[in-house]
T-cell receptor, first 115, second 114 residues
């Protein structure tokens, strides 16, 4: 079975602060993909990043960065200099090779960025 | 290009009625997924279609739920004899092929069962 845990249900920061959203996953597969999605108040899930299990390089995209560590089964997401528009629910998800084609989602972290 | 579209955006129905939810995937995407998002259960997988293969129905919660995909494109999720616990947002996603490809989501259909 596969599982994704996002321990932080809600985080509140003030604009321009850096914030890290944690994601811990469980799978017996050695081949898997990890994803992050953003769900703004409008409701639509927006794809942010996909990372495969064989690539542990960290990734940076503008103010967003991701830290993938297989040793701790974590795939954390950091927003630098947060902005009000970053306010949303963020989901981490896992797709493992032998576990079917579906995404298994974490419970989500609600990020509130206050001006 | 156009993203995944779903209709209706909102549906209110009475307990015991049947409902149909529609999904139009991104053109050229062979894989199509249905998920359900509810307050108590988070985001749950329901069913997966890939090309002409038999669908993976392992996530359907009961036999009141069914789905079909016609012509490898549009999909319809049908819920028969709706119950109040069926109230949720039903999300459709598509991907270019199957496993490991990025899934792109539609805006969802919010179903309310009175």
């Amino acid at each position: 079975a596969q599982k994704v845990t996002q321990a932080q249900t809600e985080i509140s920061v003030v604009e321009k602060e850096d914030v890290t959203l944690d994601c811990v996953y469980e799978t017996r597969d050695t081949t898997y993909y990890l994803f992050w999605y953003k769900q703004p108040p409008s409701g639509e899930l927006v794809f942010l990043i996909r990372r495969n299990s064989f690539d542990e390089q960290n990734e940076i995209s503008g103010r967003y960065s991701w830290n993938f560590q297989k040793s701790t089964s974590s795939f954390n997401f950091t927003i630098t200099a947060s902005q009000v528009v970053d306010s949303a629910v963020y989901f981490c998800a896992l797709s493992a090779y032998n576990a079917g084609n579906m995404l298994t989602f974490g419970g989500g972290t609600r990020l509130m960025v206050k001006p | 290009g156009a993203g995944v579209s779903q209709s209706p955006s909102n549906k209110v129905t009475e307990k015991g009625k049947d409902v149909e939810l529609r999904c139009d995937p991104i053109s050229g995407h062979t894989a199509l997924y249905w998920y359900r998002q509810s307050l108590g259960q988070g985001l749950e997988f329901l069913i997966y279609f890939q090309g002409n293969s038999a669908p993976d129905k392992s996530g359907l919660p009961s036999d009141r739920f069914s789905a079909e995909r016609t012509g490898g494109s549009v999909s319809t999720l049908t819920i028969q004899r709706t119950q109040q616990e069926d109230s949720a947002v039903y999300l459709c996603a598509s991907s270019l092929t199957g496993w490991a490809d990025t899934q792109y989501f539609g805006p969802g259909t919010r179903l309310t069962v009175l």
